[in-house]
């Protein structure tokens, strides 16, 4: 099942070289995971509910273990202070949902539960 890895990232006003370089070296990191960028730094566009600070980040994985391995690769992790020095954030590994996936099923299972 697909997984994903979300950032909300918060840059400064200016984004510092250690940021640029960052970016020009993550891709090599995501390839042998299978990782791709499906979101990268999307500005707002409506924010219908609440408040969106910062710049989303969504990155495709195969499955949640692709994820959690790219994520604490050596490769990755000599990435991270790059980034981190200079811009807070959020950052989110996620399973996504099979194919027919149902809420109202899930919805029916919780109330079951409570």
């Known amino acids: 099942m697909t997984a994903y890895a979300i950032g909300n990232l918060h840059p400064e006003p200016r984004l510092d070289e250690e940021v640029f370089a960052y970016m020009e070296r993550i891709q090599a990191t995501l390839a042998p995971?299978?990782?791709r960028f499906l979101v990268h730094g999307a500005p707002e566009r409506e924010v219908r509910e609440g408040s969106w600070p910062g710049a989303v980040?969504?990155?495709?994985?195969?499955?949640?273990?692709?994820?959690?391995?790219?994520?604490?690769?050596?490769?990755?992790?000599?990435?991270?202070?790059?980034?981190?020095?200079?811009?807070?954030?959020?950052?989110?590994?996620?399973?996504?949902?099979?194919?027919?996936?149902d809420p109202a099923a899930t919805a029916a299972r919780l109330r079951s539960l409570s």
């Open 57 to 101: 980040v969504v990155i495709g994985f195969p499955t949640y273990e692709d994820a959690r391995d790219w994520y604490e690769s050596e490769a990755y992790q000599a990435l991270i202070p790059l980034r981190t020095r200079h811009m807070s954030g959020d950052i989110l590994l996620v399973d996504g949902v099979p194919e027919g996936y």
């Open 33 to 35: 995971f299978g990782g």
